[in-house]
C-alpha cells in the first residue's frame, strides 16, 4: 500500500531533497527536545555554521548501523543502564584534509569522509570534533528516536541515509520547544515534521 503523508511529512521530504534544513519534534525519548537536521551529503560549511549559532546544540552525524561498523565507529555506552538518550560513538575527525578540525570547514569535511562509500575507518581519526549518532537498525519502527526519525526522513527522501543534526537551545542556553522557535522557521522558511507523522507514513507503507 503506498503511505499516505501528512501535509508537513510530504513538505519536509520535499525540503529534505533539496537541501534544506528542517525541524523534527516528538522526541519523547529526550523529553520533546527539538533538532534541526540537515542531509548530511548537503551538510556543507555554511550548514554547520548555521545549526551552531541557530541551534546552539552539539552538532551530530547520524548513521545507520552499517556505516557506523565500516567506518570503525563503536558506540560509546552499548547497554541499556544509563542512556542519555543520545547513542553516541566516539568523535571523529577526517584523518586527512582538516585543520584543527573544529572550523565549519574542518568538520563539514569530516563530514563528507564519513559519509563517502569509498571510504573506511582508516580514513578518520579519534577524538574528533564531530560527534557521531548510531541509530537502530530499525528506523522509527524500532526505536521512536530523532537519530532514527532523521536518517528515516532522508531515506524517504532520497538524499542518502545519514543526517546531520543539532538540538535546538533558546538564547538564554534552555532546551528549546516548539512553540520557542516560530520565529526561526519563519525567517529561514524551515517547515517542521513530528516523529508521529514518519511512523504513521512507514506503518502505512507496511501494510
Do not use: W, Y
Amino acid at each position: 500500500m503506498t503511505s499516505r503523508l501528512s501535509p508537513s511529512l510530504s513538505a519536509t521530504l520535499t525540503r529534505l531533497s533539496e537541501g534544506k534544513m528542517v525541524l523534527l519534534t516528538g522526541d519523547a525519548l529526550r523529553g520533546g527536545d527539538i533538532d534541526l537536521i540537515i542531509p548530511a551529503r548537503f551538510a556543507d560549511a555554511a550548514a554547520i555554521s548555521f545549526l551552531a549559532l541557530h541551534a546552539r546544540g552539539l552538532v551530530c552525524l547520524a548513521l545507520p548501523p552499517e556505516r557506523a561498523l565500516r567506518m570503525g565507529i563503536a558506540l560509546l555506552n552499548s547497554g541499556r543502564e544509563r542512556q542519555s538518550g543520545r547513542p553516541f560513538g566516539q568523535s571523529i575527525e577526517a584523518a586527512k584534509g582538516v585543520t584543527t578540525g573544529i572550523s565549519a570547514k574542518d568538520r563539514a569535511r569530516t563530514v563528507a569522509v564519513a559519509i563517502d562509500p569509498a571510504n573506511s575507518a582508516s580514513d578518520l581519526i579519534s577524538p574528533g570534533h564531530v560527534f557521531p549518532l548510531i541509530a537502530r537498525g530499525g528506523g522509527v519502527r524500532e526505536r521512536a528516536g530523532a537519530v532514527e526519525a532523521a536518517i528515516d526522513l532522508c531515506r524517504m527522501a532520497q538524499v542518502g541515509e545519514a543526517a546531520v543534526m543539532s538540538a535546538v537551545l533558546r538564547e538564554d542556553g534552555e532546551t528549546a520547544r516548539a512553540d520557542d522557535v516560530g520565529d526561526l522557521l519563519v525567517a529561514h522558511g524551515i517547515v517542521s515534521v513530528d516523529i508521529a507523522d514518519i511512523q504513521a507514513a512507514l506503518a502505512d507503507e507496511s501494510e
